[in-house]
């Protein structure tokens, strides 16, 4: 049996996430959504909430898996008997970051391979970032998330609203 990992923040999952899992189901026997807990970087959504949100994206399908992990992945791999890590790639940028983090995690663990899913062109631009800042900023998303994320951000954004006034972008 080969099971392969798909690893990230899913801040939140997209419809482009939802592509590269679907396709990787039909490549390996088991799929392991690995959502990270603790990213160097601002989330909108706690771990828990990542969670439900990818669970609810992949209910009854019964070789997708979903848990949460802090650490290396490369040892979670280990430590879960994945061999295979995947990764999107959207755009070339892309291709260099995946590439030197591919080499790094195979220096760490030999028996983990990273795989890269190329996206289907529908969904190169969307990136869980763009999602937010559309979403921040009032736009509609609901082409780039399933429905209960597309709920789960208007609320979440409503709250935020509600605490702190109006925002204008997540980078101020």
Do not use: C, W
């Amino acid at each position: 049996m080969v099971r392969a990992m798909f690893p990230g923040t899913f801040d939140p999952i997209h419809y482009g996430h939802v592509d590269i899992v679907n396709r990787a189901s039909k490549i390996f026997d088991e799929v392991l959504i690995a959502v990270y807990d603790k990213p160097v970087k601002n989330l909108l959504f706690s771990p828990e909430e990542r969670l439900s949100l990818v669970r609810r994206s992949f209910e009854n399908r019964p070789n997708i898996k979903i848990m949460g992990y802090s650490g290396l992945t490369v040892k979670i791999a280990r430590k879960h008997d994945v061999n295979v890590i995947i990764r999107g790639l959207r755009v070339f940028s892309d291709f260099e970051f995946e590439f030197r983090m591919a080499l790094a995690n195979h220096r760490l663990e030999t028996e983990v391979e990273t795989v890269a899913l190329i996206t289907n062109e529908e969904h190169t631009f969307i990136s869980s970032t763009t999602v937010r800042e559309i979403a921040m900023l009032d736009g509609d998303v609901s082409s780039m998330v399933p429905p209960h994320v597309n709920e789960a951000l208007r609320i979440k954004i409503a709250g935020m609203i509600d605490m702190q006034g109006p925002i204008n972008s997540l980078r101020d």
